[in-house]
Protein backbone atom coordinates (compact mmCIF):
# COMPACT_ATOMS: atom_id res chain seq x y z
CA UNK A 1 0.00 0.00 0.00
CA UNK A 2 1.41 3.77 -1.37
CA UNK A 3 1.20 5.85 1.72
CA UNK A 4 -1.31 8.83 1.69
CA UNK A 5 0.66 12.06 -0.26
CA UNK A 6 3.19 9.47 -1.67
CA UNK A 7 3.66 8.47 -5.44
CA UNK A 8 6.08 6.16 -7.08
CA UNK A 9 7.64 6.51 -10.39
CA UNK A 10 7.01 3.11 -12.13
CA UNK A 11 7.29 1.64 -15.30
CA UNK A 12 4.27 0.87 -17.68
CA UNK A 13 4.52 -2.55 -16.12
CA UNK A 14 3.02 -1.68 -13.32
CA UNK A 15 -0.01 -0.59 -14.33
CA UNK A 16 -2.07 2.27 -13.31
CA UNK A 17 -3.24 2.48 -9.91
CA UNK A 18 -3.26 5.10 -6.81
CA UNK A 19 -0.07 6.52 -6.00
CA UNK A 20 1.85 5.52 -9.09
CA UNK A 21 3.33 7.65 -11.79
CA UNK A 22 3.84 6.10 -14.86
CA UNK A 23 4.76 7.30 -18.09
CA UNK A 24 2.21 8.36 -20.93
CA UNK A 25 1.43 5.44 -23.32
CA UNK A 26 1.88 5.43 -27.12
CA UNK A 27 4.70 7.86 -27.09
CA UNK A 28 8.69 7.55 -27.01
CA UNK A 29 9.90 6.37 -23.75
CA UNK A 30 13.02 4.70 -23.26
CA UNK A 31 16.64 6.57 -23.34
CA UNK A 32 17.92 4.51 -26.72
CA UNK A 33 14.52 5.70 -28.94
CA UNK A 34 15.25 9.92 -27.93
CA UNK A 35 19.14 9.12 -28.69
CA UNK A 36 18.36 7.49 -32.05
CA UNK A 37 15.69 9.80 -32.66
CA UNK A 38 17.66 12.65 -33.16
CA UNK A 39 14.82 15.27 -32.28
CA UNK A 40 13.75 17.32 -29.08
CA UNK A 41 10.19 16.36 -27.36
CA UNK A 42 7.24 17.98 -29.56
CA UNK A 43 4.77 17.07 -27.09
CA UNK A 44 4.39 17.73 -23.29
CA UNK A 45 3.58 14.09 -23.22
CA UNK A 46 6.97 13.60 -25.00
CA UNK A 47 8.89 15.74 -22.31
CA UNK A 48 7.02 14.10 -20.00
CA UNK A 49 8.66 10.47 -20.81
CA UNK A 50 11.49 11.54 -21.54
CA UNK A 51 12.30 13.12 -17.85
CA UNK A 52 10.35 10.06 -16.65
CA UNK A 53 12.97 7.75 -18.19
CA UNK A 54 15.63 9.70 -17.06
CA UNK A 55 14.56 10.03 -13.33
CA UNK A 56 13.65 5.87 -13.28
CA UNK A 57 17.28 5.69 -14.83
CA UNK A 58 19.06 7.42 -12.43
CA UNK A 59 17.17 5.81 -9.19
CA UNK A 60 17.65 2.30 -10.67
CA UNK A 61 21.72 3.01 -10.98
CA UNK A 62 22.17 4.46 -8.00
CA UNK A 63 20.10 1.04 -6.39
CA UNK A 64 22.96 -0.38 -8.78
CA UNK A 65 25.70 1.37 -7.07
CA UNK A 66 24.41 0.80 -3.39
CA UNK A 67 24.28 -3.04 -3.87
CA UNK A 68 27.96 -3.14 -4.80
CA UNK A 69 28.65 -0.69 -1.95
CA UNK A 70 26.67 -2.21 0.43
CA UNK A 71 26.46 -5.96 0.67
CA UNK A 72 24.16 -6.32 3.46
CA UNK A 73 21.32 -5.13 0.69
CA UNK A 74 22.69 -7.23 -2.41
CA UNK A 75 22.03 -10.95 -0.29
CA UNK A 76 18.60 -9.59 0.58
CA UNK A 77 19.65 -11.88 4.16
CA UNK A 78 16.06 -13.46 4.86
CA UNK A 79 17.18 -13.88 8.55
CA UNK A 80 16.30 -10.50 8.59
CA UNK A 81 12.51 -9.86 9.17
CA UNK A 82 10.86 -7.65 6.36
CA UNK A 83 10.58 -4.67 8.46
CA UNK A 84 14.31 -4.80 9.23
CA UNK A 85 14.39 -4.88 5.18
CA UNK A 86 12.72 -1.96 4.84
CA UNK A 87 14.74 -0.04 7.41
CA UNK A 88 18.28 -1.15 5.58
CA UNK A 89 16.96 0.47 2.74
CA UNK A 90 16.33 3.33 4.21
CA UNK A 91 19.44 3.70 6.03
CA UNK A 92 21.59 3.12 3.58
CA UNK A 93 19.89 5.93 0.90
CA UNK A 94 20.59 8.05 3.75
CA UNK A 95 24.44 6.74 3.73
CA UNK A 96 23.95 7.52 0.48
CA UNK A 97 22.58 10.85 0.41
CA UNK A 98 24.88 11.61 3.06
CA UNK A 99 28.22 11.09 1.21
CA UNK A 100 26.75 12.94 -2.21
CA UNK A 101 26.46 16.33 0.12
CA UNK A 102 30.37 15.61 0.75
CA UNK A 103 29.41 14.61 4.08
CA UNK A 104 27.13 18.18 4.83
CA UNK A 105 23.66 18.19 6.82
CA UNK A 106 21.25 17.71 4.03
CA UNK A 107 19.68 21.27 5.04
CA UNK A 108 23.29 23.37 4.59
CA UNK A 109 24.21 21.33 1.35
CA UNK A 110 20.77 22.50 0.50
CA UNK A 111 20.91 26.01 2.02
CA UNK A 112 24.15 26.39 0.02
CA UNK A 113 22.35 25.54 -3.65
CA UNK A 114 20.20 27.58 -3.06
CA UNK A 115 22.25 30.69 -2.37
CA UNK A 116 23.56 30.01 -5.57
CA UNK A 117 20.46 30.42 -7.40
CA UNK A 118 19.67 33.59 -9.07
CA UNK A 119 16.29 35.01 -7.19
CA UNK A 120 14.01 34.63 -10.27
CA UNK A 121 15.18 30.82 -9.86
CA UNK A 122 14.68 30.35 -6.15
CA UNK A 123 11.41 32.31 -6.83
CA UNK A 124 10.47 29.44 -9.14
CA UNK A 125 11.80 26.64 -7.04
CA UNK A 126 9.86 27.76 -3.76
CA UNK A 127 6.77 28.25 -6.58
CA UNK A 128 7.35 24.51 -7.31
CA UNK A 129 7.41 23.50 -4.07
CA UNK A 130 4.25 25.13 -3.30
CA UNK A 131 2.68 24.02 -6.23
CA UNK A 132 3.89 20.36 -5.34
CA UNK A 133 2.45 19.98 -1.91
CA UNK A 134 -1.07 21.39 -2.54
CA UNK A 135 -1.27 18.51 -5.48
CA UNK A 136 0.22 15.49 -4.33
CA UNK A 137 -2.28 15.29 -1.73
CA UNK A 138 -5.29 15.91 -3.58
CA UNK A 139 -5.14 14.11 -6.68
CA UNK A 140 -5.18 10.72 -8.46
CA UNK A 141 -2.38 9.90 -10.09
CA UNK A 142 -3.23 10.24 -13.87
CA UNK A 143 -4.31 13.95 -13.15
CA UNK A 144 -1.35 14.43 -11.37
CA UNK A 145 0.91 13.25 -14.63
CA UNK A 146 -0.89 15.45 -17.00
CA UNK A 147 -0.74 18.19 -13.99
CA UNK A 148 3.43 17.59 -14.16
CA UNK A 149 3.32 17.21 -18.03
CA UNK A 150 1.61 20.62 -18.45
CA UNK A 151 4.11 22.20 -16.17
CA UNK A 152 7.13 21.22 -17.44
CA UNK A 153 5.75 21.51 -21.12
CA UNK A 154 5.26 25.85 -20.06
CA UNK A 155 8.86 25.41 -18.45
CA UNK A 156 10.50 24.27 -21.55
CA UNK A 157 9.13 26.22 -23.62
CA UNK A 158 10.20 29.33 -21.79
CA UNK A 159 13.53 27.99 -21.94
CA UNK A 160 13.62 26.50 -25.42
CA UNK A 161 13.68 30.16 -26.79
CA UNK A 162 16.87 30.57 -25.06
CA UNK A 163 18.77 27.55 -26.21
CA UNK A 164 18.18 28.10 -29.62
CA UNK A 165 19.01 31.94 -29.66
Known sequence: ???S???YLADAG???RRGVILPFPLQRYHLQDWRYADR???TKEELFNLR???LRVGVEQTIGLDKRKWKIIRCSAPEYRFRDQIALIYVVTGLH???KLDGK???EAYEEMEASL???ERGKLQSARQRADSVVGERGSLKLRELIAKWTWEDYQDVLPMEEG
Do not use: C, W
Open 14 to 16: FGT
Open 40 to 42: PPE
Open 1 to 3: MIP
Open 118 to 120: ILE
Open 97 to 99: NFI
Open 105 to 107: EPG
Open 52 to 54: HSR
Open 5 to 7: GRM
